[in-house]
């Protein structure tokens, strides 16, 4: 289950951060800590069914809470419909009664204005408003209660009564016996009026009463459906935005507990964890990714474990290296010492210095020397670089001239030039100015490039070239030899590699002379390029600065 104090940031936050979180937030981690909704959130979490089937349902829940919503409103407006319908009858029904009420007050009415103008057409007035009157009446008696059929049943009497005194009355009038038809009239007439007209009343006063009753009642009924509709509707609200906060947090807080676990993950801490109690996807989801940290965290140690080791032994290797070029610099007065003295003693030789040599022996004797310088040349070339390695090489920084460069390398390299029959060409212009640095150094790096130009170029020539670019001087050495292809350029410079092994079978060298051309270039602070097409020549470029602030030292 996830723990009682939820994560509301998505990232670990400091003792005083209480105060920075909105109070939205605060409010919320109190309904999921200290109220049921925390319980019913984790009690939908652990519902084992999809995601999509739970937002399926509260959906239909919702829906179905405002559809009730919707069928008691209209079942309220249907039942203020049908009293509305009702009051509106008990409305005809007083204005019945009172047309009712109006025509008795006409009959009297007319009967009096018989009397006094003793007008024989008065009569048949009396009759049509009777007419009347009995018609209103038959309308309210066929919705009257019990009650008033009573009351209706007397004012039929009465009214037949009433018909018959004016029947008397009428004779009388025709008979021009007007005094007697008053008496009749006074007599019999006027009480029973005055009865009917008491009946009337009777009958309209109930129908008023019944309406004011019936109002008020409908009335209450309104305004006990608007509050029955108000509360269901307010309800529903309440129940669809607790339904919605119960499912979106148990969507939310999966989400957030696993931005923590990849905030974790991120800042290296394999060994975190993720607790999801979700039975959906994101429960399935929290599965796989504290698996992915699981195997995370043993990759990690296995690494950390290989990487330890790999450390240990770079550490051997260094020390193992560094012994081996301190052991080879140590070794330079050793090696060079009875290598030179080798070739002193066959150059003395050579130049019958001891006397006169068999021919024979002397071409053995030139064979011995040329290996010799050629060894000479191997040894100078690994213990350079051992002495860069060990950090013993020194440059000897001082003035110097572009042109004595060149010159030292075209004579130092002439004779092998004229041996393979190509031309050696050196091209400097006249107004270069004194350059500083090791021009021992420097003339080595040219040497360097210029032997191995010759060394693969077959036939043409190979030109020597400086030129000044700004605060640099450029050294370039260009040949018609083999050249190379393009995907063995970058790999030319690096300790004893050759671009091809063919091809270094043919012609020979150690691959050392690149890579010590190219670290003597760096303590200068220049850099080295080469530009190359197979089978069109290559051309070998270093520069250096022509007046350098501060050359490196190893």
């Not at 919320?28 to 925390?38: C, D, E, N």
């Not at 530009?531 to 051309?539: A, D, F, I, R």
Request: net charge negative; charged share 25%.
């Amino acid at each position: 289950m996830w723990p009682q104090k939820v994560r509301l940031a998505g990232n670990d936050a400091g003792p005083n951060s209480a105060a920075s979180i909105p109070l939205a937030e605060r409010m919320i981690g109190l309904l999921l800590t200290r109220s049921p909704l925390g319980s019913l959130t984790r009690w939908v979490a652990g519902v084992r069914a999809s995601i999509h089937t739970k937002l399926l349902v509260a959906f239909l829940v919702v829906a179905a809470l405002f559809i009730a919503t919707g069928a008691m409103s209209l079942q309220t407006v249907r039942d203020i419909s049908h009293q509305s319908r009702f009051l509106d009858e008990a409305h005809k029904r007083v204005d019945l009664s009172r047309e009712i009420e109006h025509a008795l007050a006409l009959q009297m009415n007319y009967t009096e204005i018989a009397l006094i103008l003793g007008d024989e057409s008065a009569i048949a007035r009396i009759l049509r408003e009777n007419n009347r009157f009995n018609n209103k009446l038959a309308q309210i008696e066929g919705s009257a209660p019990p009650s008033e059929r009573e009351i209706i049943s007397r004012i039929y009497s009465a009214q037949d009564q009433l018909l018959s005194t004016v029947a008397d009355i009428a004779n009388l009038i025709r008979d021009g016996k007007v005094d007697e038809a008053m008496r009749v009239h006074q007599q019999t007439g006027r009480p029973l009026y005055d009865g009917i007209e008491a009946l009337v009343l009777q009958i309209v006063t109930n129908k008023e009463n019944d309406m004011t009753r019936f109002r008020d009642s409908v009335s209450t009924s309104v305004r006990r459906a608007n509050f029955l509709n108000a509360g269901v509707a307010g309800a529903a609200v309440f129940l669809a935005l607790i339904l919605g906060f119960i499912i979106s947090w148990s969507l939310i807080l999966p989400v957030r507990e696993a931005d923590v676990f990849l905030s974790q993950l991120a800042k290296g801490d394999f060994s975190t964890t993720i607790n999801v109690p979700n039975r959906d996807e994101f429960g399935v989801l929290a599965a796989q990714m504290n698996q992915m940290s699981r195997d995370l965290h043993r990759l990690y140690e296995e690494q950390r474990h290989a990487a330890q080791q790999l450390r240990a032994l770079n550490e051997q290797l260094e020390q193992a290296s560094k012994a081996k070029s301190d052991f080879l610099a140590s070794m330079s007065h050793e090696l060079r010492t009875p290598m030179n003295a080798i070739l002193g003693f066959t150059e003395l030789i050579l130049d019958e210095t001891y006397g006169e040599v068999p021919e024979d022996i002397n071409e053995r004797i030139g064979d011995i020397h040329t290996c010799g310088t050629q060894l000479l040349r191997l040894i100078n070339d690994v213990l350079d670089l051992s002495k860069i390695e060990a950090g013993r090489m020194e440059l000897q920084i001082e003035d110097y001239l572009a042109p004595d460069v060149v010159n030292a390398v075209t004579t130092s390299l002439g004779s092998l030039a004229e041996e393979k029959g190509l031309e050696l060409i050196a091209t400097v212009p006249p107004d270069l100015p004194d350059a500083r640095g090791d021009m021992k150094r420097i003339s080595q790096c040219l040497i360097n490039l210029t032997s191995n130009a010759l060394k693969f170029t077959k036939q043409g020539r190979v030109e020597i070239t400086v030129q000044l670019q700004g605060d640099d001087l450029i050294y370039r050495v260009t040949d018609t030899g083999i050249g190379l292809p393009p995907d063995q350029v970058d790999h030319l410079f690096e300790e004893f590699r050759q671009a091809n092994p063919a091809i270094a079978h043919e012609f020979g060298g150690t691959g050392l002379g690149l890579s010590i051309t190219k670290r003597f270039v760096e303590m200068h602070g220049g850099r080295i390029w080469v530009e190359s097409e197979l089978g069109k020549g290559s051309t070998f470029a270093f520069s250096v600065p022509l007046r350098p602030d501060r050359a490196q030292t190893t």
